[in-house]
């Protein structure tokens, strides 16, 4: 089955009960049992609930996964993937990692004696580096928010498996449809599913998806014992979203695409930072991983001045000034002061997010009127 069609078919069947077309929305915390221990397959929605089931399943299929998970967001996710980890235990992670993933492994999983290195990784090699008797994980985001780096994730599976390491790739950037980490070697993936998978912003909801037994069973029970899970309406939002990702992923790279050569363009604009052009570090890389470039680009304006950068997204018409990324709707964003405000400024600003850095995620509506929008903000 090819992607277009798994985004609507992908691990779906027909309600059994009435042939429903959408699986419906199971709004039961519990469900009755014949005998102690004898039921259909669910006991209590936490555990298991059919909306969320059929979820998971349409994750699995989309990643080329066996297993999927949904979660209440995509840092209950990610919190899910360290709870593997013991006190003592390492990680290795890019040093342009999201803000609120940063936050998550520097002050809450710091506290319970696991390290972490925040290392450059768009030279991958550079992760062998940091690898030692201790390292149990390396988390990888491609393309990085909001810098759009690249990072070979090829690269990083081959130091991953030589030392018998778990790589984690968040792919909320790129989503499957332009990039399926399991295929590339990775071991987890992760989805803010709150972004493009549900497409609408209106829903908060994580996804990780595995290819291993073991390591889904590890997943699930703690899914299951910590409880961040996702509810039956959210569940059927996100599966409703993804019935359309494939059109509206195919629009944001045209838009995306149409954005980032106005803005390279224009006199006033220092810097664009989308992996679709040739001269953007890793540009090959991601050629060979992604089938497109997306819609996240992020700029500075000449001479780095934050009052010009906020004058910028205060003064965008159809851009609205607000956090996440990857709706219907074109979104700008100031990292410095929202998204990744929770960094160190000195350790933010070595890796590029400056205070003059505006993040745009580029919607799905005229390509024109964005870039006029653009033309006005900027002047």
Known sequence: MKFNTKTIHGGQEHDKAYGAVMPPIYQTSTYAQSTPGGHKGFEYSRTHNPTRSALEKSFA????GNYGLAFASGLAAIDAVLKLLRPGDEVISTNDLYGGSYRLFSQIYANFGIKFHFIGMKNAE????????????IWVETPTNPMLNIIDIKKAASIAKKHQILLGVDNTFATPYLQQPLELGADIVMHSATKYLGGHSDVIMGALVVKNKELADRLYFIQ???????????SFLLLRGIKTL???????????????????????VEKVYWPGFKHHTNHEVAKSQMKDFGGMISFTTKGNSYEKAKKIVENLKIFTLAESLGGVESLSGHPASMTHASIPKEEREKTGIVDSLIRLSVGIEDKDDLIEDLRQAIG
Not at 126 to 137: A, D, P, R, Y
Not at 252 to 264: D, F, M, P, S, T
Request: with cysteine.
């Open 126 to 137: 550079n992760i062998e580096t940091f690898v030692t008797k201790n390292t149990k994980l």
């Open 61 to 64: 299929s989309l990643e080329n």
């Open 246 to 268: 494939h059109v509206r992923m195919e629009r944001h790279c045209v838009n995306g695409r149409a954005v980032a050569e106005y803005l390279e363009n224009h006199p006033k």
């Open 224 to 234: 299951n014992s910590s409880g961040a899970v996702c509810g039956p309406q959210d």
